[in-house]
T-cell receptor
Framework: DADVTQTPRNRITKTGKRIMLECSQT?????MYWYRQDPGLGLRLIYY???????NKGEISDGYSVSRQAQAKFSLSLESAIPNQTALYFC???????????????FGPGTRLTVL | AQSVTQLGSHVSVSEGALVLLRCNYS??????LFWYVQYPNQGLQLLLK??????LVKGINGFEAEFKKSETSFHLTKPSAHMSDAAEYFC?????????????FGKGTKLSVIP
């Protein structure tokens, strides 16, 4: 079984709809992240969470919100979806106790979101 | 602020030829460096990472990368390309030091392998 799972894997929605993307991990990591990937732009950080009570905005948080329901679950919401939020969304996790002190991030398979 | 530049958004090599994917970083202090690979319709998989130990880092699938401080580079190489290496490759950096977490990605290089 995958260590980091994302649901749904694909979603098509309409402008103005509220959408939630979910991420679960079995790695026991305390840190979780949401990124979006756009062609030619690489990955950009939306939000990150270092533990259940610690949520922080990333580079491009406008139009998004998150919820850390438990150490293993981190969901991303689009309150009112717009077409330029069409992208591939990735969840990632890392362990603050990483023995190499590099906080290596491990990624889920991604959710492809299309907003019409 | 950290930044990463990957030279060439697309690279094509023949099967069996050398693979060289370029990555340069900008930072006054050498960061930690990573290469990730993304196969079609999949997530990102860690290939290798540099954490200020050995400057030549070996990763999975026969890839390796060399950290060169004087050139601020961390190029990815593989002696002989295989068809299964066709994917998109991302270089990424994290500032060195305890508690670092902000992973900054390059824009990616798509590798095509020609039979």
């Amino acid at each position: 079984d995958a260590d980091v799972t994302q649901t749904p894997r694909n979603r098509i929605t309409k402008t103005g709809k509220r959408i939630m993307l979910e991420c679960s991990q079995t790695k026991g990591h305390d840190r979780m992240y949401w990124y979006r990937q756009d062609p030619g732009l690489g990955l950009r950080l939306i939000y990150y969470s270092f533990d259940v009570k610690d949520i922080n905005k990333g580079e491009i948080s406008d139009g998004y919100s998150v919820s850390r329901q438990a150490q293993a679950k981190f969901s991303l919401s689009l309150e009112s979806a717009i077409p330029n939020q069409t992208a591939l969304y990735f969840c990632a996790t890392s362990d603050s106790g990483d023995s190499s002190s590099t906080d290596t991030q491990y990624f889920g398979p991604g959710t492809r979101l299309t907003v019409l | 602020a950290q930044s990463v530049t990957q030279l060439g958004s697309h690279v094509s090599v023949s099967e069996g030829a050398l693979v060289l994917l370029r990555c340069n970083y900008s930072s006054s202090v050498p960061p930690y460096l990573f290469w990730y690979v993304q196969y079609p319709n999949q997530g990102l998989q860690l290939l290798l990472k540099y954490t200020s130990a050995a400057t030549l880092v070996k990763g999975i699938n026969g890839f390796e990368a060399e950290f060169k401080k004087s050139e601020t580079s961390f190029h990815l190489t593989k002696p002989s390309a295989h068809m299964s290496d066709a994917a998109e490759y991302f270089c990424a950096v994290i500032p060195s030091g305890a508690g670092s977490y902000q992973l900054t990605f390059g824009k990616g290089t798509k590798l095509s392998v020609i039979p």
